[in-house]
């Protein structure tokens, strides 16, 4: 049986030291991975959104932005389509918001005023409310009369 001394604890916390200096290094490794990895799908999603915004914003064709959402980023039809979609109901209520911070209205009243009028079903359900988007002052009209 070995004698415990100070050269025998110095020893165990060393070696102990190390190991969990590197399971501490390790741990922290996975953790910088993963914050990495989400850093990146946020990013990538964000690209996305941006690219569809923005071709949507231009006036580019329909098919022509789910063919380039498939070209340029991968994305699948049925996914590229829906993208375009949330974009269409996206858009105008963006739009409107805008108008009405324009006009001096407090992000406290605008919050209201869109709930109460229930502006974002409203869109959804109306093509022709959508198409109001490039013309805020009528679609704020609009969403008003629409019950």
């Given amino acids: 049986m070995s004698k415990i001394n100070s050269e025998v ?3 165990f916390f060393a070696n102990g030291g190390k190991a969990l200096l590197n399971l501490a290094a390790e741990r922290y490794g996975q953790h910088i991975d993963e914050i990495t990895e989400q850093a990146f799908a946020e990013a ?3 690209g996305i959104e941006n690219t569809v ?19 340029h980023w991968g994305i699948g039809r049925d996914e590229a389509i829906s993208r375009l979609l949330f974009e269409k109901n996206k858009a105008p209520v963006r739009e409107l918001r ?5 006009q001096g209205l407090s ?3 605008i919050r209201r005023f869109m709930m109460s009028n229930k502006v974002s079903r409203k869109i959804k359900e109306s093509a022709e409310l959508r198409e109001l988007r490039r013309n805020p002052a009528k679609l704020y009209k609009a969403v008003k009369e629409v019950e």
């Fill in 9 to 11: 604890v110095k020893d």
């Fill in 44 to 46: 990538i999603e964000t």
């Fill in 53 to 71: 915004a923005t071709l949507y914003e231009a006036s580019v064709d329909d098919d022509d932005i789910i063919s380039l959402l498939n070209k």
């Fill in 98 to 102: 805008t108008y009405l911070e324009l």
């Fill in 107 to 109: 992000s406290e009243d």
